[in-house]
């Protein structure tokens, strides 16, 4: 994309499009990727609530798999996973292993 | 129908907003500037204006508020001097690099330290570089008329800007002068609706103001915001036109006073320009060609304009109401910048004078016109840069 | 009919904030602003602070805001949210708005106990219908983890770094949500993003009360409080749970406790996995500890005290 010169800049620097953000990707950021086992997960939805990065997918309000395009890869999802009996429904591994 | 009063210039200004009643106006005190807004404050509560106003708790916050308010989507005014524009200077640049037209009386006065309440030009030289479109008054007509034309200006759909009205603090915001308001229906007229550009409060296409912009897009952001102000001079002669229609009153970039044939020349601003007038005519009846030049449009700086109506002229002196320590008077520095292009220019001196409300007299500028005639004669100037009424 | 505050209903609801925004991974500042958006239907309109959530959620043209927003300076959230509330007043009051809209400004600690510190007294006293929410991540993290007055007792920060002399930050935090109360606005409340449901609550509540409300929400800084990405609900429940952020609101002057922890636990255990308290536990600044323990102890009796506990 060329870079824009000063006469297309819109007036007053605002911003016209709302969530625009969405355009840029930072599931580049990560170092490890969470993992969704789908089979301990009990839909408690603590994952999507707590993600700052609104990297977990939801549909008809249930879990759906994660954004890899944008998370980042802090692990709070899975920190925060009750999982089933015992075991997590998320669990981080190192990226690109 | 014009009507003719007796008022001083912070009554006109007030009323002047009145007039134009704005959606929402930031108010807080501040000699001299204060009595303009309590009248203003006393029109929204006995119900004669729509306006809504926030009373803050400091003049930073004042145009943060105004700020916002603009950037929701209305006509936004304030008022201030000297230590409160100064509190606002971060705002300032922000009420510019948004483009939002809001307008605000300066009532012009020193700054501390020393503390002095009294006026001098020293607080919106200060705020030359902040984006402001600024206009600068003479009198309490001239300060009634440019706010209400500073509407047009800022809020015309090329420029979108906020505009300072500029008029001396005491000598003009309270001193009472005769003058003529226009009815209230000519001003509403002649100002138009609020027309919206980019309002915050459209919900439905959510904007958001002030990114953060680095280094890849920074540069071109001011460029741009230097070519609205390329635009500014046509729009001021063009609602200076319609004004005159509408008051049978003159207004350009600046006003010249019997300079068509004059040797010699001061550049001044504002009220004291008045007095110099009277003594040019002095001069002129002792076969002295003096004239004047009293810049109204201060920023954008009409150079070339300025350079063309000084050109013939032998020697300049600009006086300057503020200083720059260590540099010369902000006026000079631009009345310079302007005469630099031409290859045969007049010789120029800079006076600083009236510093903290001190009397600018007639015989100031007697003193100042009889040193420029002799230097149109010898073709030498001493000192270029002096204090004028200063004791030693 | 507002959405319940479900999980499951609030799920299927637009995201107002987005993704593509730019905070640290785990930084807890957007999920306090993701659940305070979430936690209403109303159209809103949020003023922002300069700070890390600012510089992080809006960068040329990419906005992680899907509703009106606007950023002007650091000190001034609260004064620019009091420009546009009273714009919207006004043209309401003429007819020509006729929406209920909600006014939301988001600072930092530094944004609002500090440098906007008057602007938000002022915009609370004028009485503005809007709510201020306070992202409190204990210092000025956006420069560098730079000591605030809400940098907690004994941290370590980049301007009280804890030497051979000076153990860190001498001074105890300033209680905001208190001086806020002293305003006697309407509503005040404190909330952490690990009991989501209570933040919600609380932010829906306010919404429906008209005037100024402030609410003062914990929000863990990894970068700054030197722990893990993956921490910081752990540690926020850990704030709540040692009752060094307890959860209360006050309304209308009568202050209660929402989330009374089943056991107190010492603060220690909240210090403990952050780098910030780390030289606290070192044997020669044994009384420091001692004193964080007790100012906890003695602000929760307080507390206690002062609210009628359901
Ligand atoms: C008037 C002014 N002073 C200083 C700064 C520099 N500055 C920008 S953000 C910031 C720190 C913000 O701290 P806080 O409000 O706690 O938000 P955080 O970054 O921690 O989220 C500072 C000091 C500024 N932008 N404006
Ligand atoms: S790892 Fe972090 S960013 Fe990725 S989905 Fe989990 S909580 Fe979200
Ligand atoms: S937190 Fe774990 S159990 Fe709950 S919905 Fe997410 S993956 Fe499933
Ligand atoms: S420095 Fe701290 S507060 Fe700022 S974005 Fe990073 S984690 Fe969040
Ligand atoms: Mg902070």
């Known amino acids: 994309m060329k870079a824009k010169g000063w006469r297309d800049l819109p007036p007053g620097s605002v911003v016209l499009e709302g969530g625009s953000a969405v355009k840029f990707k930072t599931g580049s950021w990560r170092a490890f990727r969470p993992v969704w086992i789908e089979e301990n997960c009990i839909q408690c939805l603590f994952c999507w609530i707590y993600c700052p990065d609104m990297a977990i997918k939801t549909k008809d309000g249930k879990r759906a798999e994660f954004d890899y395009d944008y998370c980042k890869g802090c692990g709070i999802c899975a920190l925060e996973c009750p999982g089933k009996k015992g075991k997590k429904a998320i669990e981080m591994a190192e990226e690109g292993k | 129908m014009a009507k003719v009063v007796a008022v001083t210039g912070n009554e006109a200004c007030a009323n002047a907003l009145r007039q134009v009643n704005p959606d929402v106006c930031g108010i807080y005190p501040i000699t001299p500037q204060t009595d303009m807004m309590q009248r203003f404050a006393s029109y929204i509560s006995d119900g004669k204006v729509d306006t809504e106003s926030i009373l803050v708790e400091s003049e930073h916050s004042s145009m943060s508020a105004c700020i916002g308010a603009a950037a929701a989507g209305g006509r936004v005014v304030t008022a201030t001097s000297s230590q409160g524009l100064a509190l606002m200077w971060e705002m300032l640049h922000i009420a510019s690099g948004d483009r939002l037209p809001i307008v605000m009386p300066v009532v012009n006065r020193a700054l501390s330290a020393p503390l002095n309440i009294h006026g001098d030009h020293s607080d919106a030289m200060g705020a030359r570089d902040t984006g402001w479109i600024q206009i600068w008054s003479e009198n309490a007509q001239e300060s009634y008329d440019n706010v209400i034309q500073a509407f047009r200006i800022g809020e015309h759909m090329d420029i979108r800007l906020p505009v300072m009205v500029c008029l001396d603090g005491f000598i003009i915001s309270h001193s009472i002068e005769r003058m003529e308001y226009l009815e209230d229906q000519e001003v509403k007229d002649f100002v138009g609706p609020f027309r919206n550009f980019l309002p915050l409060l459209d919900l439905d296409k959510p904007k958001s103001y002030g990114p953060l912009i680095l280094t890849d897009l920074y540069h071109e952001y001011k460029r741009a915001q230097h070519e609205i102000m390329t635009k500014v001079k046509d729009v001021v002669l063009n609602v200076a036109k319609d004004f005159e229609k509408l008051s049978g009153r003159k207004y350009g970039l600046f006003e010249t006073y019997r300079l068509e044939d004059a040797d010699i020349a001061i550049v001044i601003l504002n009220s004291a320009a008045g007095t110099t007038k009277d003594v040019i005519d002095e001069f002129r009846e002792k076969g002295i060609k003096a004239g004047l030049i009293k810049p109204r449009l201060f920023r954008p700086f009409p150079y070339e304009e300025m350079a063309e109506a000084l050109k013939n002229t032998k020697a300049v002196c600009v006086m300057d109401r503020a200083d720059s320590f260590g540099g010369y008077g902000p006026l000079f520095m631009e009345v310079s910048s302007a005469l630099y292009p031409l290859g045969n220019r007049p010789l120029l001196t800079n006076k600083i004078y009236g510093l903290g409300g001190r009397d600018y007299l007639p015989s100031h500028a007697a003193q100042v016109l009889t040193e420029l005639n002799q230097i149109a004669q010898s073709g030498k100037v001493s000192v270029l840069k002096e204090y004028i009424g200063v004791r030693e | ?310």
């Open chain 3, 1 to 310: 009919m507002a959405t319940p505050l479900t999980l499951k209903e609030l799920s299927k609801k637009e995201d107002r904030f987005t993704h593509g925004h730019r905070m640290c991974s785990g930084c807890g500042a957007p999920i306090v602003v993701k659940i305070a958006l979430m936690a209403t239907d109303y159209p809103v309109v949020i003023s922002n602070a300069t700070g890390c959530l600012e510089v992080s959620s809006c960068i040329s043209e990419f906005t992680a805001w899907n509703v009106p927003w606007i950023h002007t300076a650091f000190e001034n959230a609260a004064a620019t949210l009091s420009g546009v509330e009273t714009m919207y007043r006004s043209l309401r009051k003429q007819g020509k708005m006729d929406k209920d809209v909600k006014f939301i400004a988001f600072g930092g600690d530094g944004g609002t106990y500090d440098i906007g510190f008057q602007s938000l007294s002022g915009a609370m006293e004028r009485g503005h219908d809007m709510i201020y929410i306070c992202y409190d991540n204990g210092a000025y993290m956006n420069t560098g983890i730079q000591r605030s007055s809400a940098t907690p007792l004994g941290a370590d920060t980049t301007t009280c770094p804890a030497g051979s002399v000076i153990p860190g930050k001498l001074r105890s935090r300033k209680n905001l949500t208190k001086i806020m109360a002293a305003h006697d606005i309407p509503y005040v409340a404190q909330a952490s993003p690990s009991h989501w449901q209570d933040l919600a609550r609380k932010v829906q509540k306010a919404h429906e009360i008209k005037g100024p409300k402030f609410i003062n929400v914990i929000a863990p800084c990894n970068r700054g409080w030197r722990s893990k990405t993956n921490d910081a609900i752990a540690l926020s429940r850990l704030a709540v749970n040692t009752c060094y952020w307890p959860l209360y609101e006050i309304e209308n002057g009568v202050t209660k406790i929402t989330v009374t922890p089943k056991e107190k636990i010492p603060v220690a255990e909240f210090m403990k996995p952050q780098g910030r308290f780390k030289h606290l536990f070192a044997p020669e600044n044994e009384d420091l500890l001692r004193q964080v323990q007790e100012e906890v102890d003695r602000e929760w009796a307080k507390l206690q005290k002062e609210a009628k506990t359901d």
